[in-house]
Each structure stands twice: as structure tokens, then as C-alpha cells.
């Protein structure tokens, strides 16, 4: 062996050893069931550490991976953490025609029902705050509490947003134009949107919108009866803070709001470790250690 490929050997090893154990923990796991027109549905998910559960649902057309770092951060807290893939991003498959936002958010709590027979919190991201909220309104006694990051469904966007929100799933684009649209709809003005150059599933988003037009949006906008927490972005231009003062007029005695700088609708990569500390704060003094 050579001098360098022995130095080589220890960088990687110190590299390992000064890993987060959660991190180096990590397993994938697939959960299936048969829905109710007898289809196969099965569901991966990225599960990190050990403690009491808290499932992870991620953005439109966006995979389990964005949930990487706030979830090691979770997991090292004392907590277990599955970041979940939808319905056709990594190895999660299911139908996509005739399915409703309940079916989607019924994907979720079958992974929770899999890791955990207690109620679990589950954080959901941007569209994923819709699918919590769904699952909480449809299956009370499975949730204990919701973090939403990025909270919208009643307030739309300006045009120019919704535009490039759309267009950030039109795979004809340059790479150019592509990125500019995630600048726009996604980041606050001075934070780098390459970050969110790739990881986007335009099938995957065009099923789920198809199953939120599929329903009403009263069937689960007040998120069942389960305390909330919603992390707003200050920046968030397709989530605008309008989304989360509505929640919390509707339901002043479930619902807190703690607005984040120097954020927009990207959020988790714009501020990660302010984000996970409201998180983990908000996980433990609610007691679900």
C-alpha cells in the first residue's frame, strides 16, 4: 500500500467516525398493501434512528432525499425518522388514475403504521403539508401532531409565480430556463436555487395535482383536530404567509406560526439548521420524547 492510498484509507475512516450515528443508521424500507379497487401499492421510505416517529412527506414532485439533513439532524435528537417517496419517485410504485389526496396521504400512514402501533408526527413540505393535513383529517387517532413547512392551499400565488411553478416541471426547458424558474418559485431573492437543479419528478407531480383536483379542498384543509405547527418562509412567493395566517385565524387554539428569514417555498435547503432547530424544539417540549 502506498503513502497515499493509507492516507486516503484514514481521511475516509475519520470522515465515517465523525458521521452522525443516525446518519450512518439509514435503511431503506417498503411497506405494500392492496387499495380498495385491489391494486398493489408499495411505498419506500428512508428510516433513520431510533425514539419516537416522525414521517416525512415531501414537496410536489419532489423525493424522500430533500428531507436528508433535517431528518439526521432529527434522528440524532432521539427521535426515528422516516422521509418517505411518493407514488413513483424512488422505489415507491402505485396507481395513478381515480386516486384522491386521501389515497395519497393513506401511502404515509401506512409507513407510519409499519415502524410505529403509536401515533406519530408527521411534517409535511409545501404540497406535502396538504397530504398531512389529509391524512389527519381522514385518520385522527394516527397523528399526534403536524409541522407544516411551507403551508399553502388557500391563498394562490401571484401569476408570474404560478407560471413558473408550472414551468418548472416543462421538460422542454434549457437547463437555463429551467433553473430560472425554480429561482423564481422557490427561493428567496440571494439563495442559490442549484442546489434544487435536479430531483424533480414531472410524472410524479402531474399525479398529484390530478388527485388534488380529485378533492374538495374543505375535505382537508383544517388537518383533522391535531395541534400544528407551521414554519413560514418570510420569502415564500407560491406559499405566501397569507396561507398561514388563515390556518391560524381558523383555528387560533391548535394552530402556531413561526416565521423564518431569508426564506422562500425551497425552505429546507435555505435554512436548515433554523428549521430543524424549531422542529426538534417543537418535538420536545411537546413531549413526544
Known sequence: MTRLSRRSVL?????????????????VRSFSRTDAKGRAVTIAAIVRGKGPLVVLVPSLGRGAS??????????????QTAAVDPRGAGLSRGPSDGVTMFDLADDFGMVAKGLSDKP?????????NRIVRALASKHPEQVSRLILLAAGG?????????????????????????????????FAP?????????????????E???AGAATPNGAWLDGGQAPILIVQGANDRVAPPANAEALKSA????????????AGHAMLPEQPKLIADIVIDALKSAGAR
Open 190 to 206: 440571494g439563495n442559490d436555487p442549484s442546489v434544487w437543479r435536479g430531483g424533480w419528478y414531472p410524472d410524479v407531480a402531474a
Open 11 to 27: 481521511l475516509l475512516m475519520g470522515a465515517l467516525a465523525m458521521a452522525p450515528a443516525a446518519a450512518r443508521a439509514q435503511a
Open 208 to 210: 398529484q395535482t390530478a
Open 66 to 79: 430533500d428531507f436528508d439533513d433535517l431528518a439526521t439532524r432529527i434522528s440524532a435528537a432521539g427521535f
Open 120 to 128: 406519530a408526527v408527521f411534517i409535511g413540505h409545501a404540497h406535502g
Open 154 to 186: 388557500q391563498v394562490k400565488p401571484e401569476p408570474e409565480v404560478q407560471v413558473a411553478l408550472q414551468n418548472v416541471f416543462v421538460q422542454t426547458l434549457s437547463p437555463e430556463q429551467h433553473l430560472a424558474a425554480v429561482k423564481m418559485a422557490f
Open 251 to 262: 383555528h387560533p387554539d391548535r394552530v402556531t406560526v413561526v416565521t423564518i428569514p431569508n
